[in-house]
């Protein structure tokens, strides 16, 4: 059962063979295992999520509305909130690893990231995710890589993302989601837009016009339809093919420029008495 791609090896050896500032080796190497587990558990995911949508296909719907509710709701549902998450992810694991490569670079690099409190009485700043997304092209401007790897981060969760899965995850945290498979939401919508009346034209028709300065609130049927779960699958599939390249991308920024650290001082072998 798809999707083919392997996990992600934990291979982190040459973390260990260069010498980092104070306890840089280890944030970065344990960081790194928590953005791997990530990807990893979400390939495992879709593999149940592909698995339970070909089994749910073969019930009638009132028993696959049964066994999607007992098995696949909420698993679909962590999938889908994976993109927006894992984009944040990426940012906050890139920002303090490739800070650390350049601690362990240059000595006279100094250890502050935008947003740190300069002052003791000063709290620290938080910014949006634009913000720290554009320190971390800044952090990285010694790498030519740097821009194509901040695209790629903003490539998650996207638009397209959002467009397909009726902003899923937004709708979820914040007000009322779609259904996952079957049922419709929020079937009266309540909008605020410019005021317009009808006036009549100089040919005798009329049009609406809108009425400079006023807002006009307005109710009407809507209706949010359900995410089709193999639609919903194949788009969060290729949100994680995505996050599989930020992830090769980002690995292949670390090992340049732990390239550039001074390499760990050989620890001399005690010989052994005969």
Same mark, same amino acid.
């Given at each position: 059962?798809?999707?083919?791609?392997?996990?992600?090896?934990?291979?982190?050896?040459?973390?260990?063979?260069?010498?980092?500032?104070?306890?840089?080796? &280890?944030?970065? /190497?344990?960081? %790194?295992?928590? @953005?791997?587990?990530?990807?990893?558990?979400?390939?495992? #995911?879709? $593999?149940?999520?592909?698995?339970?949508?070909?089994?749910?296909?073969?019930?009638?719907?009132?028993?696959?509305? &049964?066994?999607? /509710?007992?098995? %696949?709701?909420? @698993?679909?549902?962590?999938?889908?909130?994976?993109?927006? #998450?894992? $984009?944040?992810?990426?940012?906050?694991?890139?920002?303090?690893?490739?800070?650390?490569?350049?601690?362990?670079?240059?000595?006279?690099?100094?250890?502050?990231?935008?947003?740190?409190?300069?002052?003791?009485?000063?709290?620290?700043?938080?910014?949006?995710?634009?913000?720290?997304?554009?320190?971390?092209?800044?952090?990285?401007?010694?790498?030519?890589?740097?821009?194509?790897?901040?695209?790629?981060?903003?490539?998650?969760?996207?638009?397209?993302?959002?467009?397909?899965?009726?902003?899923?995850?937004?709708?979820?945290?914040?007000?009322?989601?779609?259904?996952?498979?079957?049922?419709?939401?929020?079937?009266?919508?309540?909008?605020?837009?410019?005021?317009?009346?009808?006036?009549?034209?100089?040919?005798?028709?009329?049009?609406?016009?809108?009425?400079?300065?006023?807002?006009?609130?307005?109710?009407?049927?809507?209706?949010?339809?359900?995410?089709?779960?193999?639609?919903?699958?194949?788009?969060?599939?290729?949100?994680?093919?995505?996050?599989?390249?930020?992830?090769?991308?980002?690995?292949?920024?670390?090992?340049?420029?732990?390239?550039?650290?001074?390499?760990?001082?050989?620890?001399?072998?005690?010989?052994?008495?005969?």
């Amino acid at each position: 059962m798809g999707p083919p791609e392997r996990y992600l090896p934990y291979d982190f050896e040459q973390i260990d063979h260069h010498q980092w500032s104070l306890l840089g080796a &280890e944030m970065v /190497r344990d960081e %790194l295992r928590e @953005l791997t587990n990530l990807l990893n558990h979400w390939l495992g #995911a879709l $593999r149940r999520w592909r698995a339970w949508n070909s089994i749910i296909a073969g019930y009638e719907q009132d028993d696959a509305w &049964e066994l999607r /509710r007992e098995f %696949l709701d909420a @698993l679909a549902h962590q999938c889908l909130c994976l993109p927006s #998450a894992i $984009r944040d992810t990426f940012t906050f694991v890139a920002t303090n690893s490739m800070h650390q490569v350049r601690l362990a670079q240059d000595a006279s690099y100094p250890d502050h990231i935008d947003g740190d409190p300069t002052t003791h009485d000063e709290k620290p700043r938080h910014l949006t995710r634009k913000q720290k997304e554009q320190r971390l092209l800044k952090l990285l401007a010694p790498w030519p890589a740097a821009k194509d790897f901040v695209a790629l981060i903003c490539s998650l969760d996207a638009q397209d993302y959002r467009s397909a899965t009726s902003d899923y995850r937004n709708r979820t945290s914040h007000a009322i989601g779609p259904r996952l498979g079957i049922g419709m939401t929020r079937a009266v919508v309540r909008s605020v837009r410019p005021a317009a009346e009808h006036r009549k034209q100089a040919d005798g028709t009329y049009a609406m016009v809108r009425i400079p300065g006023r807002m006009s609130v307005g109710y009407g049927w809507g209706g949010t339809l359900p995410l089709d779960m193999e639609e919903a699958c194949t788009v969060n599939l290729e949100q994680f093919r995505r996050a599989r390249a930020c992830y090769e991308c980002y690995r292949s920024l670390l090992s340049d420029g732990i390239q550039g650290i001074p390499p760990a001082p050989q620890i001399p072998q005690t010989p052994q008495a005969t």
